[in-house]
Each structure stands twice: as C-alpha cells, then as structure tokens.
C-alpha cells in the first residue's frame, strides 16, 4: 500500500487547489487525509469522507469554509475531543452508521446547524442505545436541524 506523499510532492503537483467540493468516500481511507485536505483551506465548502475507514478521528486540519462535512459509514469509534475545533463554518454534520457509542461535548462545534445521526452503533440496533451525556447541545446555539433515527 502506497502512503500519502509528503507535503512538498504533493505542493508541486497541487500548487493552487480552488475546489470548493471534494469526495474522497470508498477509498479505503484509514487516517485523515490531513497534508491533502490543508490545500483546500480556502475553498472547500463540501467534503464527503463517508464509507472509509477512519475508526480514530483525529483532528481536522484548519479549513476556513468548510460548511458540509459527511462522515457516514466509516466505522468512527472514537473522536479526538478537538476534533471539528479547526472548522469555524462548519454547518452540516453527517455521521450517520458508525460505531461510536457515546457523544461528547467537547467535539461539538458552536457554527453547527444540522446534525445527521443514524443506524447500528456498535452493532447495537437502535440509537437509542447511544450515550448523550447531560450538555452535549449546549454549545449548539445554532442548531436548527438534529435528526436521529435507525
């Protein structure tokens, strides 16, 4: 399996990356992409990561206006607590059938608006299953979409 290229090889391929919508789901991704997604800083408004398999989710590197983030299907079992920190517009989370079994506070961004959670966690069949603990909404002052469902 070959590693991702190093931030000078990927510069000299990539000098100016203007997307504003990148998909990178099924490809078998196990880390996050972070030296690839760092071009994107300035453009990327949509990033679908969904079906890989990032079972430790590490922080996002800064992207400035990132707004639509899907994570769906790719096996999550745990978040680092900064792990959405660097993505000040993020307004739509998607992290529907992964395993992780409990949400925390501390990964929440404050910019959220809609927030999609969904299907088995841990091979438990219903969501309802699923640790919240006591002020995980808090610090979602902006969110106006939250659904939750099998």
Do not use: Y
Request: with cysteine; charged share 20%.
């Amino acid at each position: 399996m070959q590693h991702l290229e190093s931030e000078n090889q990927v510069q000299q391929k990539w000098p100016s990356m203007e997307w504003t919508h990148l998909s990178l789901a099924d490809n078998f991704i196990f880390d996050l992409p972070s030296t690839i997604l760092e071009k994107f800083n300035a453009t990327l408004i949509e990033l679908d990561l969904s079906r890989n398999f990032l079972i430790e989710m590490t922080a996002f590197p800064m992207m400035k206006t990132l707004r639509t983030l899907k994570l769906d299907d790719c096996n999550i079992m745990t978040f680092a607590n900064d792990s959405f920190k660097l993505l000040p517009q993020l307004e739509s989370l998607s992290m529907q059938r992964n395993r992780f079994v409990t949400l925390s506070p501390l990964f929440m961004t404050s910019s959220l608006k809609s927030l999609f959670l969904s299907g088995e966690t841990r091979g438990m069949e219903l969501l309802s299953e699923l640790d919240v603990p006591n002020g995980v909404f808090d610090a979602l002052q902006n969110l106006q979409v939250c659904i939750l469902f099998q």
